[in-house]
């Protein structure tokens, strides 16, 4: 049971409005235990401290919500109220209790199921849409609910009956909590490092120490009897009322026994919140604790929880229509190519986000920017992914035409020079150190034919670029006589060649890497670079396929300077 007391001035009064009572009958109800006032019904001193304490919450989770919505500008399809349900927060003391524990669990998997239900919805929504549907990280509440859920239903209970229901010793329970989680290192740690009847959990959040007391008892693993569960029952919240009442209607037959157990508790509460999350659009849930010491009622902390669960930017997505919100880093990732002034030397800020929202013309229809993230509609994030998969189109096509273009030129220029008697190799169809002789016939026989080659080679570059995707392997054939000339598909990006006395030297390519033999000393140097920034590797045809391992640019350079 939660339990706390309004200790100063200030939140009393706080808390007094809430209720619509006065300061004095709401300090005299919680720090006595009975009321002498005619504003709060006179009820036993335990009584009334447990109904207080739920109240308190069940009025705070109210303002809270008011408060939320009606900050809010209104929509003109009318408002989309958000609604904030009320569940056990989450005990993050510096030494918790086996009871702790449990109660740590049960808000571990409330928050994998409000994780699981948003990103259902929205990958819905995103399908209706014909979008891609985002990837979604997995979070560690989800190891820790497939590691630990176990330990409350299964163990306790297995080694109460183990001992004939007698208390368990506090080294054997840690014996056997140390080998179910001994598999888990990373989140779990034993009471090897922490001492005797100490072991701890890394949570969601953060790292939380239990201890182990001496003859537990599986009968301490309860919330309220039924008298507790009674005033439950006449709270005025109505999430608590609709978690309880199945389990009380249960235990309605005398002879069930007067505890209600965890367990119970938690099969009941899940059922019900399954039913809220998948049946309600939008429905946020989070756990809202009212301090940090557990002693007073703290205003900015519970705000400070609200806008660090992200509630705020969640809820003006959803009144105001934003289908799709991303960080602007991964923004400007996506779309900075759209303004090319940007691709150097771009500050990740929101004005760099505004300059490619103003470029494609979109800055003015309606999406929003804030310090951390772009809010965009629907129409927003298609326009944007059509302009930039068309812009990446008509890239890769100039780069297949100059390529093809200077393959051409060069090849040209080669076949002259043999045709006015140089009978030296070409340095560029060089295959080991040795100079090597062809005669002008092995080279060209007539233009006929190799006007046909010029022209069959860039048609099948032209044709093939497009049926690449940008995460495919760049193909990179070395130029060899009479055959094939040099060509490389890419999509995405480019790094720039230097340091050789090969023609292409200085020339930026997309994804690019024409193999020579015929370069300077530095060669081996750029091999060296470009090898940091994407992978070589041959395939059986002899072929160099390369793919980026580096999302950024790649800018290769020779030792000296140039």
């Not at 000339?485 to 994804?511: C, H, I, M, R, W």
């Amino acid at each position: 049971t939660r339990q706390f007391h309004l200790q100063s001035k200030n939140n009393f009064s706080i808390a007094a409005q809430l209720f619509g009572v006065s300061d004095q009958a709401l300090y005299n109800s919680v720090m006595t235990g009975a009321s002498n006032h005619g504003d709060l019904p006179p009820v036993n001193a335990v009584q009334s401290r447990d109904q207080l304490v739920y109240e308190v919450y069940s009025r705070l989770v109210t303002w809270l919500t008011t408060e939320i919505n009606n900050k809010l500008p209104d929509v003109e399809n009318g408002d989309i109220p958000v609604n904030v349900a009320d569940l056990p927060p989450f005990l993050d003391n510096s030494s918790g209790s086996l009871e702790d524990l449990c109660q740590n669990l049960v808000a571990e998997y409330v928050q994998m199921l409000q994780n699981k239900a948003v990103f259902a919805r929205e990958s819905d929504a995103c399908q209706v849409e014909g979008l891609k549907v985002p990837p979604v990280k997995r979070q560690r509440c989800d190891d820790i609910v497939d590691m630990a859920f176990p330990v409350p239903h299964g163990l306790f209970q297995q080694l109460e009956t183990s001992c004939n229901n007698l208390a368990i010793p506090d080294k054997s329970l840690l014996k056997s909590i140390d080998t179910h989680f001994k598999t888990r290192k990373d989140l779990y740690m034993g009471s090897k490092k922490l001492g005797s009847g100490k072991f701890a959990i890394l949570h969601s959040h953060k790292q939380v120490e239990y201890h182990v007391n001496p003859l537990f008892r599986y009968q301490d693993l309860i919330i309220p009897n039924r008298q507790a569960q009674n005033l439950l029952l006449s709270s005025r919240n109505i999430t608590l009322q609709n978690v309880f009442k199945p389990a009380i209607k249960e235990l309605s037959n005398p002879n069930v026994r007067s505890h209600f157990s965890y367990i119970d508790y938690i099969r009941v509460q899940i059922n019900a919140l399954r039913d809220q999350l998948f049946g309600t659009i939008p429905h946020l849930v989070r756990c809202i604790r009212p301090s940090t010491v557990g002693s007073v009622l703290d205003e900015g902390f519970m705000k400070c929880q609200v806008k660090s669960a992200y509630l705020p930017d969640i809820i003006h997505r959803k009144k105001f229509g934003y289908s799709h919100w991303m960080t602007i880093h991964d923004f400007l990732r996506r779309y900075k190519y759209l303004d090319f002034s940007l691709l150097t030397n771009a500050a990740i800020s929101e004005e760099t986000c505004k300059l490619v929202l103003k470029k494609v013309g979109i800055l003015e229809k309606g999406p929003a920017i804030t310090k951390k993230y772009v809010f965009l509609g629907y129409w927003h994030k298609e326009e944007l992914d059509l302009l930039a998969n068309n812009l990446i189109w008509k890239i890769t096509l100039v780069q297949a035409c100059v390529r093809g273009h200077l393959t051409r030129r060069k090849l040209l220029e080669e076949a002259a020079a043999a045709r006015r008697g140089f009978r030296d190799r070409v340095p560029s169809f060089r295959t080991d150190g040795n100079a090597s002789r062809i005669s002008i016939e092995q080279i060209h026989e007539d233009d006929a034919k190799e006007d046909e080659l010029f022209e069959s080679m860039i048609s099948k570059t032209l044709t093939r670029v497009s049926d690449l995707p940008s995460s495919a392997w760049a193909k990179v054939v070395y130029m060899k006589q009479m055959t094939e000339v040099a060509k490389v598909y890419a999509a995405v990006l480019s790094l720039l060649v230097t340091g050789s006395n090969n023609p292409f030297d200085q020339l930026e390519l997309g994804l690019s890497y024409f193999n020579t033999n015929n370069r300077l000393d530095e060669a081996d140097y750029i091999v060296e670079n470009l090898e940091q920034g994407i992978e070589l590797r041959r395939d059986s045809d002899g072929s160099i396929l390369i793919k980026r391992n580096c999302p950024m640019p790649v800018c290769v350079k020779p030792h000296r300077s140039q």
